[in-house]
């Protein structure tokens, strides 16, 4: 997707800072609650616009965790993209 669309792709700022079981027997709020604290940003996504890019999305609890964690370090927008829904 970042080479078609030419753009940067970064690996660099957006992380895991919690470990996760598996959701997939978890309601969707159960996921949600889950999700609390999950991930962090770097500092260096301030003013960014961001495309965030999912394989699956469910309920959206981990695109909604790492939107929030993106947004809190001050990034300017991020917009998701997946591959399919399940």
Do not use: N, W, Y
């Amino acid at each position: 997707v970042a080479d078609h669309f030419r753009f940067s792709l970064r690996t660099d700022l957006l992380f895991r800072v919690k470990a996760m079981v598996s959701q997939t027997k978890r309601t969707a709020e159960q996921r949600r609650a889950a999700m609390v604290g999950v991930f962090t940003a770097d500092p260096k996504v301030r003013g960014m616009r961001i495309l965030l890019i999912d394989d699956v999305l469910t309920t959206g609890a981990t695109a909604c965790a790492c939107e929030e964690a993106l947004r809190a370090a001050g990034a300017a927008e991020v917009t998701l993209l997946t591959v399919c829904q399940a």
